[in-house]
């Protein structure tokens, strides 16, 4: 029975979230003993996507009772460090645990429902608060679907989310969300380029060498004007101009 309150189902599903660099580093912990003890006490395969990204793609596999678990203890280590960040501060209301799943935007419709009916009925049964984004996520089909609540709330409602995208699989081709390197900001100081990456500046020899050239003011006369410096000729100052080639992963700061 797909309904089944523990999702007892020889089904393997996957499913994606979207967390930002700070919640990667959460469920990763000191030299990924957390992310190792999550696999092995979930049974659920636990992939985090690669690159210097601002947001990061957290993809879990398995049958339904090992995703369960394994969002069940990524919701309890996230209201953890709610906690934990509490402890010296003013702040008095709680924040809810909060996790982003991405689901294919054909999907959607079955998940919200006949005029909502689906998503308010999922939001009552579960105390959890369901949003799902009106637009897709760049350069894909995909949405992002917020959950918030308590941690008992948000496995509550996974489950029944699992629920519907297995009786309604995805329609057509889906084109997965990749999120995209930050470009990091350039600052000039003596003379050097460096581009800033995290609390550290990184020479950057190819910025540096381009800021050097634009600096620069070669004593060349463009075509068509007079050559300044010999009396009773035109004496205005030169302008002058510069070809740069530039590489193509530095192009983009640059603009």
């Known amino acids: ?10 089904v393997t599903l996957t499913i994606r979230l979207l967390m930002h660099g700070k919640e990667v580093g959460s469920i990763i912990g000191k030299k990924g003993e957390t992310v190792k003890k999550m696999r092995e006490e979930s049974g659920a395969r636990i992939n985090i996507s690669e690159g210097s990204c601002p947001e990061r793609i957290v993809t879990i596999t398995g049958p339904t009772d090992a995703i369960f678990k394994a ?10 460090d709610i906690n934990a960040s509490m402890t010296n501060s003013s702040v008095t209301s709680k ?10 935007a ?15 009925e999922i939001r009552e049964s579960t105390g959890a608060q369901v949003q799902v984004a009106g637009d897709m996520l760049p350069n894909s089909t995909e949405r ?40 990091a900001p350039i600052i000039f100081a003596g003379g050097q380029a460096f581009t800033i990456q995290g609390q550290y500046a990184i020479p950057h020899p190819d910025l540096t060498k381009l800021h050097q050239l634009a600096m620069q003011h ?3 006369t463009p075509l068509g004007q007079t050559t300044p410096g010999f009396p009773g000729l035109d004496a205005t100052p030169p302008t002058s101009s510069h070809e740069l080639t530039i590489p193509n992963d530095v192009s983009g700061p640059i603009v």
């Open 106 to 120: 054909s999907q959607c419709g079955s998940l919200i429902g006949k005029g909502g009916s689906k998503i308010k």
């Open 95 to 104: 924040p809810p645990v909060t996790l982003r799943l991405v689901v294919p």
């Open 144 to 183: 992002a679907v917020t959950i918030s609540g308590t941690p008992d709330a948000i496995i509550q409602c996974v489950k029944q989310i699992c629920v519907v995208m297995l009786e309604s699989p995805p329609k057509g081709a889906t084109i997965p969300y990749r999120p995209k390197p930050a470009s």
């Open 218 to 220: 070669p004593p060349f």
């Open 71 to 80: 969002f069940s203890m990524i919701a309890l280590k996230f209201e953890e």
């Open 1 to 10: 029975d797909p309904k089944a309150p523990e999702g007892g189902l020889n």
